[in-house]
């Protein structure tokens, strides 16, 4: 089993083009279901939301990358009640 703080800078790779999107920044949990719900790909600001990957939407989680099928996967974090973790959880 890893740990979350594991994931947290791997890189992200897109299956469709072989090409390198950007690391995972943190994680998104869902403390209701005790789950990690997203990927946190790039913290937002007050101008711009923040970026995620539904955990759902993961093609893998391997050592060295996280794969995705595309980047149409790549979703703005809404209004939902998650919150962020800090990697200290076992998946």
Not at 15 to 44: F, M, Y
Request: overall charge positive; hydrophobic content about 35%; some cysteine.
């Amino acid at each position: 089993m890893r740990r979350g703080k594991e994931i947290i800078g791997l890189p992200i790779i897109d299956l469709s083009t072989g090409q390198r999107i950007t690391e995972v920044k943190d994680l998104v949990c869902d403390q209701q279901e005790q789950r990690i719900a997203a990927l946190l790909l790039d913290k937002g600001n007050l101008l711009r939301k923040s970026k995620i990957i539904a955990w759902e939407n993961i093609y893998s989680v391997g050592h060295d990358a996280v794969t995705i099928s595309s980047t149409s996967v790549i979703q703005h974090l809404g209004k939902i009640p998650l919150t962020q973790g800090n990697g200290n959880r076992y998946l």
